[in-house]
């Protein structure tokens, strides 16, 4: 029996490398000398991916060995013989006039992966099918019955490895982990956030960050779905590798889809051509912009998620960025006879800066009922105006802080001299994956302090009724005025009877 030690050395060393990066392996004790094709050796994959398809190739055949030697002699299969001639097979083997089988290539690594690929696009380009294939399940996978000889294994999520089966059982570890997701959203001033606030109307970045984390991934694709309050601008979709600042490619190395079936906002599938090129720690960043639009959910999360999929039915769980949008309520009265509710005041509310400045003109809404009002820059209303319940409903507003100012009052009653300071703040709850906010006033002593119920209680103050022409306080002057008449031609008429008397 003809042995090539040389083989020996090389295949091994082949293998350790290539299970270092991707699997673990053992070998069991075997005869010297022993029969290779008794069809009784297993290959065991532990940790492996449920649900996800794994292959084995026989590529080469172990015709015979010698462990106490360390001889082994291996032949290309018949199958394969085609792969032995190819320029990418031989820059790793080489085969003598018996094609028996001599590795002059590099066995770090890289090098090994490299043969991995190329050994498993000729097995796709001819049509090769695998030794067997098996569905994972309970974390395993395993494949029996197969003649010793050294063997490609793969799986539908992109796992390669080389591995040599010269002994009854081998039991390897998948090391692959899997390819994840994370979605975050642009929030000011803190930049990339898991939530954020702002003004309906106003436009929302997003960015998902896919990280490979199995070479040539097979079948990925991405999903993203929005709640309705969130408009999708498809055209802002683009798809970077990190650290290129070259786009993909639509079309090309992905497609994109708005109109899917599965209750998705969009899809991205990436052409297998592409994900081929992936290596594991390579990263793809989807970046879009949606506006935030009249059908928001008010005080509360507007929710955004994405997914990745790959392999045959991997799904990652997924990534969730929370927006909110919030209100505050605007109570209008006078404190006689208790809190009555006025209508007819007319108020503007503004935007301001940490000084309390003005930054623009009056915010515009929409009124959307009685007494609410959302904002809407293309709105018809930058003044509100109370009705009878005295209370305006403002929806869809940033954090920040505002000036609420009374433009006009009510009849009889004194206008605010100045505008009224309004502080929507924000804070993250829950591991800063989510917001709450509260409404603050400015208070006598200057000091911002919750309003209650989120209400600013705007008082307002009548003058007193003043005398007037017609009014009671001319009739009064007339009456004083009559008497004093009266009396004075009493006193003339009594002067005269007193000086006729004299005489």
Known sequence: MKVRNTVVSALLAAVVMTASTGFAYSIAPVTAMAETNHSNGTITVNKATDNETYNVYQILKLESYNEAANAYAY???????????????????????????????????????????????????NNIQPTQTAIAANGTVSFGNLNYGYYAVDSSIGSLCMLDSTT??????????????????????????????????????????IAIKSEGPKSLS?????????????????????????????NKDYVLTTDTTDGCTFEIDFKQSYTDTLKAGNKLNVDYKA??????????????????????????????????????????????????AL????????????????????????????????????????????????KLNLVGLDSGNYLLEETKAPDGYNKLENAIKVQIEAT???????????????DSNGKMTDAANRTVKVLNVTGSNLPSTGGMGTTVFYLVGTILVIGGGVVLVARKRASVINE
């Open 75 to 125: 032949k290309i299969t018949a199958e394969w013989k085609g792969f032995a001639d190819t320029a990418e097979a031989k820059a790793f083997f080489s085969l003598d006039s018996q094609d028996y089988v001599t590795w002059v290539g590099s066995t770090d690594d890289s090098s090994v992966q490299t043969f991995v690929r190329a050994a498993l696009a000729y097995a796709k380009a």
């Open 168 to 209: 009854p059982q081998m039991n390897i570890n998948d090391k692959n982990e899997k390819t994840e997701n994370e979605k975050l959203v642009w929030a000011d001033g803190y930049g990339y956030q898991h939530m954020n606030d702002a003004h309906i109307g106003d436009e929302v970045v997003f960015k998902s960050t």
């Open 343 to 390: 209508a007819g005041a007319e108020f503007v509310l503004k935007k301001a800066d940490n000084d309390w400045k003005a930054t623009g003109d009056a915010i515009c809404f929409t009124q959307a009922s009685d007494g609410v009002f959302r904002v809407d820059e293309k709105g018809d209303l930058s003044t509100l105006v109370t009705g009878e319940s005295g």
């Open 222 to 250: 991405f999903h993203d779905q929005m709640e309705e309050g969130l408009t999708l601008d498809a055209s802002s979709v683009t798809v970077t590798k990190e650290g290129s600042n070259k786009r993909l490619v639509p």
């Open 291 to 340: 506006t935030l639009n009249e059908n928001a959910k008010v005080d509360g999360p507007n929710l955004n998620e994405s997914h990745i999929k790959y392999g045959n039915k991997t799904t990652t769980t997924p990534s969730v960025t929370r927006t909110y949008t919030w209100s505050l309520d605007v109570f209008k009265y006078t404190n006689k006879d208790g809190e009555k």
């Open 428 to 442: 993250p709850t829950n591991a800063n994956a989510e917001l709450a906010s509260a409404v603050k006033v400015e």
